[in-house]
């Protein structure tokens, strides 16, 4: 969709992610592509609905950044030059949401992502609510780390009949078989149960609190993870403290600063082969007028991306 | 919670309907008592979700008029007197809403409905969006009538996928066996299908339009309902004109204006038996600032309050 | 203030009503000028307060007018001519109130009212919460009518401790030796409570309500206050229909459209000598972020002004 | 872009008008379509801006109506049907705006509709604030009549320094060689000023006032345009009375209902060949925040192509 | 009115504190218990209104976190567990508010604060503006130090026309007779006149800037109050760095993070006997709509209930 | 306009900057004055427009502050005693901004500030969008180093169709023949584009990151610029961290905060002779409710005031 002729000023055009190309799902998507798809879900969301309208908020911040490539003043680097024209990133429009049928919904998203793994594309995935991130893991079929970057470490107890909230996601996922570990990074609320706390220690998961984050490198929290293994990453945006994140309703104080998360998706791209990763619980219906949270999220993909397709083409280079 | 020592500004105070006495399900109910129930449900929301929380600030709003009775100018007539005190009219609480479980909910709300009908009282339902409508009905044993006052009908054709959303209450309700017809008044979106329209005609119901509204009498379309007939009533704050309801995210031009909307309030209680009532898909979270849209809401149920209870003493007396 | 060499966008400029010359109450009045003045008084709101910031957002709205005339299309006339420029209207800022303190602030705006009448003036109020009318009425000293144009009576009863609230004004007023009689206009409101009622009219006043306004002309409601009277007029914004004034805590539904009040404020300002005039509960914190309801406000003081000015002016050609 | 086998709930999915599909200017819009195209331009407001951000908002609130077709209940009359698959409506994206800088703007809004007409297709103009008609009408060489529904002229004098503002477009317009006449329907700010009222019955243009639409009939304001001449309309959301249109900065009292626009855009239809139209000044950064505003301008839109597309149709068959 | 067999949603139900019992101020108050009491005034508001609403939105907010306790993971310690079904926390409703009589309402509050410390409860207040520590402290009977956490001093001069504005409270309580202390901390203001800052020392009360928080230990600022000597805590939700506190109208920059207010928490009934807290100058109807400023006030006063019965029964185990 | 006799809360008044006496530009300028200049113009805002209120919320929110001084309890000083009283601070009203035509505009802003300079005063300029410092720095006539602190460069190339947006400012700063160097600080977002940083560097100018900010000291970024020189100050309110300005559509993660801010002023105003200053890009139509964005840039300037009158009285003494 990037027309280069054009003064494409972020108020213009249809938006796709950063103006890449539209493409369906049924086999257009290039090899290796990151990407991204949209899944407008927020059913699950325990307080304040309204996460169904980040996708789109995403894409529409997303167009503040230039088609073209950025750049990094302090590292004096170049990322994702040429990468939406040259069809390195993709968008892949959004999954069919069926209300009040959450089977149907997660069958949907499951099957999506599916499709971008037979691609060898890596999805970048724009939520919606926090619970989006389970049905998204069970479309890997390889052994797969997930890392969750996240204010809470839901994993409520799933019960009868609580059972797809947003409480409840890497429960489901630490479950699933191709799921080696799951890392929770940033926990702190006082809202996370001590059951919470200790059935993820119990099933072998590891827990990185804020004054490890602080006070600790982050070798030293990541190093039960295998070099080079395949990683999942989730973003939830209340990782970031509250401050930043004004249009997230679980925003907690005590969090992340930029530079925290920074480096935290550097070293995560550095060590790891990123496989996929999602960012969640944006909600555009509550932000502040400037759209500050989602403009935020749309940095955090944005980075990831550059930090990823950057890896990719060093490695390219090294062959 | 009503103490008439008290100066209770509006902001002051737990916030029970009117200050009404909060009264458990299990067995406090009084007889033949209005009985308002929260429904906080909205996960059915086809666009914008939030009206999660009008149970909330319908009762917010409720406390601007006074406990004690009201007053209409134009009728020289005073309603209300000592409802509250008296315990004609109390507060049940909420339905516990399970989330992402529209099964488990869905029983929660006919349950809740059936202990009070059990208890002879008149549910008072506040939504949430018009889904809750469906399972509030089916607590009805008796045979009722059910009449929708709505900007749409509500009569989408249900399918395996879409089943329960806010587009289909009035089709699983008029399928239901103890209700003898449904009649649609105020329906006039162009987002109506046509599908819709000729179903729920061809299923012996009644649409009632607003050039019908606007140029024939009331007993014209309520003819078809045997008077004194047990009545649902069921109210969409959309069935206003849009620019009254800038807190309904469902809100269509050429609506009803208050006149109107009380003409008919009037008419159906004075005509029938109202066995209960709802109001649905006001959405605080998107309301102007003012809360407009729940006052607006809590004035009808207020109204409908003093309508029935009025009538209820008139023929008390008439014994 | 005004320059007419300028372009005069309505974001430009330090905001005086109309962009007319600010004069402080210090002697600098100019006879028979429309002396407008400021009450950023709220304390005595009874929900959600804020209208203390509505003379600033009055004046903000009213540069969106030319100060050098308005033309009404409909009649083929020009008003307010050189209104501005030949300081037949000033801006004589705002009355100091002091917080928390209602006694002084009372006292402050009948002292500002009363140099304004010192000056022959005509105060044209901009309040502030409704509470304000009772102290601007008593610093008139000849004999006066008072016609209000509201939803709601505002003639509470006074108790020890309930006595100076935003309910209570027109109780006061009528009180006032000088006050002939108060005629309330619009009320409809479910809030009002039927002792103001019966009080009211036990005092020898007159309600006008939505019903007559309808269905009766003009002359038959205001037929007993004789013509040329001296006449307090003062506009609450709820009198118009709620859908016209979201920044309006206390909107009604059933109420004046656009045209009823304009007809209503041309024959007031025809049939009486209107000396002073306020309009109050505008809350800017609440409007829409359009500030729909101040520019509304805005509009019906420059017509009153227009309406006000114009007769004047053809008195004057008579003599 | 859309797929009837999905959802589509409106919160899914990249935003074309009705999930059209989206064409480039160069070389396929279809001969005949309706063709969407943006105008996110607002740098001409008066007072506050944000009407660049109306045609995403537009797209987005179109996806609320079906892209299959819509039904009216009134007519009991089907509109649109397979007008979406069928590429009589296509999406052609926005204007690529320059910013400040209006002459170049001028140039590339003029050269996309011209593209458009080119192709015979009809353009459906999402402004954007209300100085953009001038660069889209500008674009037609065959002699037409341009019909303005509108508060307000919109003909101010044009000066050395004040020239393309929202308030000239009409002057401009009139200046046009192409352009027979003009027509304004619902004139009645007091903002108008009495220059532009004289001045544009001086150019043989018409006024109708809010006074003629109640109490004439609309065969009396469009006699004077001949039947079957090609008709170039242009809407204001202002037209509409303030009530309904929160998010409109130059929202006025005393405007046009629903059913009044309805049958000014069948009559309009009906009469004349419509050769394209827009819809302007719609601020969804200001509106409430269910976007009503941008609704009610979708379903102006979707009305005005329904009939306009019916007219093909009958005619069509006709043949 | 906590079920612990429901799902508790936070939207669901009538919303007390921590959904703690709600008991009359006449009699029913268990004990030692923490009783909460709203204050909703706002009147003395110097300069945007709202903060009346804040008891509501805080005990709507703590309902988010659970009634059965909550977990702390850095200390792996839990907290508040039985408190709310115990009765070791209930809620005491509202203090009547008298509109526009500040003597009246003082009364009241220092009345309501009385009844609880009769009953051996710890006075949980929540406000409303920062005036009303003024009466809620007057109602303590005993010797106490009064701490203050708050970005300005509250100590402005009292006149005869300016006597209880919400700059002045600390001023009245310093010269109450059983107020030993005032402990001013985290003061910063420019809007702090020179006249308080000398005051205030001058009363020998003790003042910590920014400067010392970051750059010496809390036992050089406490260490003037004796140990277990009886403390009254004020919270000025202000005393947050002004990122942190969007809907707090008096936010300065320069101010405290999370970690250095728990910091202080912890410490504060740690060191002294906790008598009663407040928490004030929250403004629901300005803040961001995720309400986050309530959450943050609401984390505050769990974590203030969570340390404050943990000494208690530390100390109970101890004897 | 300051009276000392009143109370003066900040919602009473029409606003001048700290109610300083409104001046025009046509001679009444004292000498050495500090002269408060509003340039309401946002026309070239590249996302969402509305800085244009901002000088109009800019003096709103400085009435927040006293006019008779203010008190720094760090450094236990007085600044801006008899500042305004003794007309060392005058507020010369708004630059008269003609829509959509940027070079009518750019005239008066570079003759409104001549006019200022030429009355040896210090323009204190409130902007607007950042476009608006090349015309104000152009009425400089001799020699200057211009400081920028922003998040970002605006040195974006110019164009034949991009000229005078608000990204290349700088650029047509840096090309002033009187500009003896740029100096940026804070310098950070991914939106800069590597041209920009290359070009400015190429042109001799300064860049100081956020890591040379964390890192080393003022005086090591400084240094380039010779003491005493006279220097131009323009403050991006993005330059603060996003945190703390919700009301900026620029704003950028890892930012200043208020300290660093606060030491860099006041090296600024120490090293330099500093001659005016801006502080722009506050957007009160987004900001939120509280006016945040707008009191932290009110409180900007009035502390930049203050630096800079008291380096003056020093100097005067030391004569």
Redesign the interface.
């Known amino acids: 969709m990037f027309d280069a002729t ?11 992610f950063l103006r890449a190309d ?1 493409c369906a799902l049924g086999g257009e998507i290039p090899t290796d592509a990151m990407a991204v798809l ?1 899944i ?1 879900f ?9 996460a ?2 980040a996708p ?1 908020s995403l ?2 911040h997303s167009l ?3 088609p073209q ?6 590292s004096d680097r ?1 990322y994702l030059t040429d990468a939406v024209t040259g069809r390195a990133i993709v ?1 892949a ?10 089977a ?1 919904t997660h069958h949907n998203i499951t099957e999506a992502v599916a499709v971008l793994l037979a691609a060898d594309a890596i999805p970048v995935v724009l939520g919606g609510d926090h ?1 989006i991130s389970f049905p998204v893991v069970s479309a890997f079929q390889r052994p797969i780390h997930v890392i969750q970057i996240d204010a809470h470490l839901d994993f409520a107890p799933i019960t009868d ?5 947003n409480g409840q996601p890497f429960r489901h996922i630490s479950n699933l078989p191709q799921v080696q570990s799951v890392t929770h990074i940033g ?2 609320s ?5 059951a919470e ?1 200790r059935d993820t220690l119990a099933a072998g998961n590891r ?1 990185v ?3 490890e984050i602080r006070e600790t490198a982050i070798e030293d929290w990541l190093g039960h993870i295998p070099a080079d293994a395949s990683v999942y990453l989730s973003v939830d945006i209340d990782a970031f ?4 994140v ?4 679980s ?1 907690e ?2 969090g992340l ?3 925290q998360m ?1 480096s935290l998706l550097k070293a995560i791209v550095a060590r790891f082969d990123l496989v996929g990763f999602d960012l969640v619980e944006i ?1 555009p ?8 949270t989602s ?2 999220g749309a ?1 955090v993909l ?2 990831l991306m550059g930090y990823r397709l950057a890896k990719v083409r060093m490695s390219e280079l090294a062959n």
Not at 94 to 101: L, Q, T, Y
Not at 285 to 292: S, Y
Request: net charge negative.
């Open positions: 054009k003064t494409n000023r972020a108020y213009c055009g249809i938006p796709t539209l949209g407008p927020d059913e699950a969301s325990p307080f304040m609905p309204g169904r309208f789109r894409r529409e503040r950044f230039s490539s950025y750049y990094d003043m302090t170049t968008d429009g959004d999954v069919d949401v069926v209300p009040v049928n959450v149907a619970s009949t609580l059972t797809y909230t926990a702190r006082l809202r996370i149960r001590e706390y827990i609190g804020m004054d403290d509250m401050s930043l004004p249009g997230c309703v925003g104080p005590d600063d930029y530079r920074r909600n219906q509550l932000d502040v007028a400037t759209g500050a403009y935020l940095q944005v980075e």
